[in-house]
């Protein structure tokens, strides 16, 4: 008789687990691979977040100069433009351009009002709970169509539930000290903008330190 050549089951078995092998770890390479791409996209996020609220806060500080208001004046936007600023009310802080100042241990959120061409900016609290303080600091992302067909993007923290976006973020002032000396805060302030990020059951916070100077000191 001829013989048929076949396989036996082993040798089935043996094909079939080693092509499972193979497919499984392909398979957990590419999820790997998604993953990574997604915690580097979040930390570039992440880190663009926080440098953003950092140069917005030069910026101010900056502006302030030009307007010739205090360094850490927050300006009020519904300032009297023919108010005199006299040295008196400089002194004393009373200046009528600024609703407040920049002072250390503060806890700012700040609002982008496009329409109006204005920032805001509220002192705020920290829970210590990581949901309810990315729920109070939670931004959003959001669309604006102007008549002769631009369009602007930006980032605020106004609540609009389908423009969640996966971020919150604030800004804590601090004071500085050198070998256990607080600076003079007239001079100098610490300045960090958290970032914190929410995505399933991933939960964790970014924050970019650097100081901010007053020229005039």
Request: aromatic fraction near 22%; hydrophobic fraction near 40%; include cysteine.
């Amino acid at each position: 008789m001829k013989k048929v050549a076949a396989f036996t089951l082993i040798e089935v078995l043996i094909v079939i687990v080693v092509f499972s092998i193979g497919i499984l770890t392909t398979f957990h390479w590419m999820t790997q691979t998604f993953r990574n791409e997604s915690y580097a996209d979040t930390q570039i996020k992440s880190a663009f977040f926080a440098r953003e609220w950092i140069e917005l806060m030069f910026n101010l500080r900056d502006a302030n100069y030009h307007k010739e208001v205090p360094w850490n004046c927050i300006f009020n936007p519904y300032a009297d433009t023919n108010a005199e600023i006299t040295e008196e009310n400089w002194i004393e802080s009373d200046n009528p351009y600024c609703s407040g100042y920049f002072n250390t241990w503060m806890i700012i959120k700040i609002w982008m009002w496009s329409w109006n061409e204005y920032i805001h900016i509220e002192t705020w609290t920290l829970s210590n709970d990581f949901a309810t303080d990315f729920s109070w600091y939670q931004i959003y992302y959001h669309t604006w169509y102007l008549s002769d067909g631009i369009t602007w993007y930006y980032y605020n923290h106004t609540w609009t539930e389908d423009q969640k976006t996966r971020f919150a973020r604030y800004i804590v002032i601090t004071w500085v000290t050198e070998n256990w000396v607080t600076l003079p805060t007239g001079s100098i302030l610490k300045i960090e903008s958290h970032v914190l990020y929410e995505r399933m059951w991933t939960t964790w916070e970014k924050v970019m330190e650097t100081f901010m100077w007053n020229y005039e000191f």
